[in-house]
C-alpha cells in the first residue's frame, strides 16, 4: 500500500518518467490514460498499475535522485553527481551545521537537507528573493526543508551564523568573500566552491593562498553511462561532462615550520617560491632558490 502524499515514480512504457505526489482524488492524466490516484494507492512501489485505456505504468518509489531531477528551476542547478560529493566532501550528516550561499532554486539545498536529516541544520543564503521562494517551493515539493533556514541577505554583509562545521559557496565571485567565510565556520571547517571557468578557479586559488586555508583540491566529475544490453554492451552516445569545477578546502592555521618540512623537488620548489613571491614573501631565501633552480635548469 502507497500511503497518500508519498512522491510517486510514473515510468511508461516508452521510458518516460513523471515525479508526481500521491494525492487522493488527484488522477494521473497522460497520452496514455488516466491513472486512478486509488488505484495507486492500492499498490506497492514496484509493481503495475493500468490505465483506463490499459496502458501498463510502472510505479516507483521517488529517491533522492528523482526529486533532484524534477525540481522546477530558474537557475540552472547543481547536478546530483556533483551534488553527491559535495555533500560528502562537506560531511553533511547528522547534528552537522552547513551553510550555503546562493541557493537559486535548491538543488544542492535539498540534497544537503536530506543528508543533514532532523538533527543536521542548513544555512542557506539568496540574495533574489524570487530565487529563495522557488527554493522554499521545492523544499516542501521534495519533503525535505524542516531542516533548512532560508535567509534573503547579500553574503557580502556577512553570514546569518557563525560556529558551522562546513560552508558552500555557489557565488560569481567567491574569493570576495573568504573572510566572511571564515568568520562564520569553526576552525578545522570544511569549504566547497562551485565555479563555471578556469579564470575564476585560479582567482579562487589565488585568494585561498592568502588566507588560513589547506588540503585544497580542484576536480571535475563526469559521468558516462553505458547502455545495459548484456550482449551488445556498450557506451551511450553522449554523457553528462563537465558541469562545473569543484574546489574544495579546510580552514588550517599556517605553519612556516610546517611547510618548510615538506619534501620538496626542482618543479615544487619553483613553485613555492613563486608563491611566496605572490603573497609579497620573496625575500633574500626565496629570490635565492629561485635563482639556483634557474641554474640547475
Known amino acids: 500500500m502507497i500511503p497518500y502524499g508519498s512522491l510517486v515514480v510514473y ?6 518518467r513523471y515525479t508526481k505526489r500521491l494525492m487522493e482524488e488527484h488522477n494521473w492524466h497522460s497520452n496514455d490514460g488516466t491513472l486512478l490516484a486509488s488505484d495507486v494507492t492500492c499498490c506497492d512501489f514496484g509493481s503495475v498499475a493500468y490505465t483506463n485505456q490499459q496502458v501498463p505504468i ?7 535522485y528523482d526529486r533532484l531531477k524534477t525540481l522546477k528551476r530558474q537557475t540552472q542547478i547543481i547536478y546530483p553527481k556533483d551534488i553527491a560529493y559535495i555533500c560528502l566532501r562537506l560531511g553533511a550528516g547528522p547534528g552537522r551545521t552547513i551553510i550555503e550561499a546562493g541557493c537559486g532554486s ?15 541544520r542548513v544555512v542557506s543564503h539568496e540574495a533574489r528573493e ?24 547579500d553574503v557580502a554583509e556577512g553570514f546569518a551564523v557563525t560556529g558551522a562545521d562546513a560552508l558552500f559557496l555557489d557565488v560569481r565571485t567567491p574569493w570576495e568573500y573568504l573572510d566572511h567565510a571564515v568568520a562564520a565556520v569553526r576552525p578545522g571547517a570544511s569549504f566547497g566552491f562551485l565555479l563555471p571557468t578556469v579564470d575564476q578557479v585560479s582567482k579562487l586559488l589565488l585568494g585561498l593562498e592568502r588566507g588560513p586555508f589547506a588540503d585544497v583540491e580542484v576536480c571535475e566529475i563526469l559521468i558516462r553511462r553505458w547502455k545495459p544490453v548484456a550482449d551488445r554492451l556498450r557506451p551511450e552516445d553522449r554523457m553528462n561532462a563537465h558541469t562545473g569545477f569543484l574546489v574544495f578546502a579546510r580552514q588550517q592555521q599556517r605553519s612556516e615550520d610546517f611547510e618548510s618540512r615538506k619534501p620538496l623537488g626542482t618543479r615544487e620548489r619553483k613553485q613555492e617560491a613563486a608563491r611566496l613571491a605572490r603573497l609579497g614573501l620573496d625575500g633574500e631565501d626565496s629570490q635565492a632558490a629561485a635563482a639556483e633552480e634557474d641554474v640547475a635548469e
Open 130 to 153: 524570487e530565487f529563495m521562494a522557488l527554493a522554499r517551493r521545492n523544499l516542501e515539493w521534495a519533503g525535505v526543508g524542516e531542516n533548512v533556514e532560508l535567509h534573503n541577505r
Open 106 to 120: 535548491g538543488g544542492l539545498t535539498t540534497g544537503l537537507s536530506w543528508f543533514c536529516g532532523p538533527t543536521g
Open 11 to 16: 515510468v511508461t512504457p516508452k521510458g518516460r
Open 58 to 64: 510502472q510505479i516507483m518509489e521517488a529517491t533522492l
